[in-house]
């Protein structure tokens, strides 16, 4: 199974594309998509979408994990952020791309054990899980492939086989 990650955002997306055959992961690929602050939201939705594209016709992914949002206090920061995960959404659908989202606490429970877990943690772990010799930069990649190995290890569950048939 090929699997993208995606790690929403408007200045940043991080994406990871990986392959797992049920036992063990291996990385395809990974980076981010960037915008630029000063540029119209519409235009930096275009880029993230067009980008996204991109990404999905080279690799081919079977499956999409994404982060369900987190309000932090800046709600205008928050809404940009939707538009930006709207518009991922939408590449996916279009691209005929199954959608499965993850919150962070699942994210993290799935990747180091515990929910709670410190940001520092998870790169450490994403990093050991995927054997990379340094970890995935910007953060927001390797909080890519975390989501990505979070549906590895959720969608491979004799659980989630039985509910998907």
Same mark, same amino acid.
């Given at each position: ?27 395809? +690929?990974? @980076?981010? !998509?960037?915008?630029? /602050?000063? =540029? &119209? ?42 538009? +930006?995960? @709207?518009? !991922?959404?939408?590449? /996916?659908? =279009? &691209? ?70």
């Amino acid at each position: 199974m090929v699997i993208l990650g995606i790690d929403p955002g408007i200045a940043i997306v991080g994406w990871g594309v990986l392959y797992y055959d049920g036992l063990k992961f291996r990385p395809m +690929a990974y @980076g981010s !998509i960037q915008t630029k /602050a000063g =540029q &119209k939201t519409e235009e930096r939705l275009k880029q993230v979408y067009d980008a996204l594209c991109g990404i999905i016709d080279k690799y081919k992914p079977d499956a999409m994990s994404v982060e369900e949002l987190f309000w932090n206090t800046n709600q205008k920061t928050g809404i940009v952020v939707a538009e +930006a995960r @709207g518009v !991922i959404m939408l590449a /996916a659908h =279009q &691209k005929g791309l199954p959608i499965y989202e993850y919150t962070p606490l699942q994210v993290k429970q799935s990747i180091v054990g515990y929910g709670r877990a410190e940001k520092k943690q998870v790169i450490m772990m994403v990093t050991s899980f995927l054997g990379l010799r340094e970890p995935p930069k910007p953060d927001d990649t390797a909080d890519a492939l975390a989501i990505a190995i979070c549906h590895g290890h959720s969608a491979g569950s004799k659980l989630a086989k039985y509910y998907n048939n």
